[in-house]
């Protein structure tokens, strides 16, 4: 009597023939990950129609201040940043886009699928690059909808009383490229959040507390306090769309345009390294 042959058990193994994955195949793959998830485009959508809303609704404000002013008094006219482009439509934004950057990388930790996409691609730092180059490249385009379509409502509406200005007025390009660029860098840093925390709940209070809680807790009038804020992804999104300097007489800090422009870029910058960092060193 013979005993029962056994097979050993050996982990998975990529076949001799089958090329490794390639950067546009990571990148189709994350696309159809994004766009499969349903919440998605109704979120979305229904950003993008509140925030470029809250935009007219500014307007007409203004208009109503035009209609109600004495003779002697008239409200500034030119572009007013804050007409097209409210804080209350804005900070909304940043609250979705780093939801649903957290989304990209939360969904598959809470469905298991994170387990078989790190066996089809043990190079976990390049899925957590291709996740963030997706999710970079769709809130762009949702940025530059809404900064667009914010800046044109409001002027459209402005029109009325004659104080519209056209997209060449000094001062609206930034503001425009800014809002543009806000929803990519809190997309990208609510995917790294997502990759720290991986529970949804617990991403998406992290994010509101790190975007939109933290900056009102240092005041910008004591100079410690004020270089807190300034690090702050929502400071520098308000002085790089406001269009006057501080004022010679005035207690507050202010800060700097280029200073505003490098914190855009280094809280991606840090959020996505950190997650490459944490994603290689960590079990999924």
């Known amino acids: ?30 696309w159809i990950k994004t766009r499969s998830l349903r919440s998605t485009p109704w979120a979305i959508g229904v950003t993008i129609l509140f925030v470029v809303g ?3 609704v ?3 404000a203004d ?3 035009f209609a109600n002013a004495t003779p002697g008094v008239r409200p500034p006219r030119g572009f007013v940043p804050f007409t097209a482009y409210p804080p209350s439509g804005y900070l909304l934004l940043m609250l979705v886009a ?15 699928l994170i387990r078989t996409t790190t066996v089809a691609v043990p190079a976990r730092g390049a899925v957590v690059l291709a996740k963030a180059a997706v999710t970079a490249a769709l809130w762009t385009v949702v940025g530059l ?32 490229a800014a809002s543009a660029l806000l929803a990519p860098v ?23 507390l790190t975007l939109l809680m933290l900056p009102p807790l240092f005041s910008p009038s004591e100079r410690w306090s004020a270089d807190i804020n300034h690090m702050m992804v929502a400071s ?32 991606p910058l840090a959020a996505v390294a950190l997650a490459v960092i944490v994603v290689r060193r960590r079990d999924v």
Do not use: K
Request: with cysteine.
């Open 63 to 65: 208009i109503d201040q």
């Open 1 to 30: 009597m013979t005993a029962p042959a056994t097979v050993p058990v050996t982990p998975f193994s990529r076949p001799a023939n089958e090329p490794p994955a390639r950067v546009g195949d990571l990148l189709a793959a994350e």
């Open 58 to 60: 500014a307007a007409l």
């Open 236 to 267: 520098a999104w308000r002085r790089l769309v406001q269009n006057w300097g501080p004022s010679p007489d005035s207690h507050v800090f202010i800060p700097t345009v280029p200073g505003s422009w490098l914190v855009y870029a280094l809280w």
């Open 145 to 176: 909808i809404v900064s667009t379509g914010s800046f044109l409502v409001a002027q459209a509406v402005l029109e009325g009383e004659r104080a519209g200005v056209p997209i060449t007025h000094p001062g609206v390009f930034r503001a425009l």
């Open 98 to 112: 780093a939801g649903l950057g957290a989304l990209t990388v939360v969904s598959e930790y809470g469905s298991g």
């Open 186 to 208: 809190c997309a990208l840093v609510g995917l790294g959040l997502g990759v720290l925390v991986r529970h949804s709940a617990a991403t998406v209070l992290t994010a509101a």
């Open 54 to 56: 809250s935009s007219a």
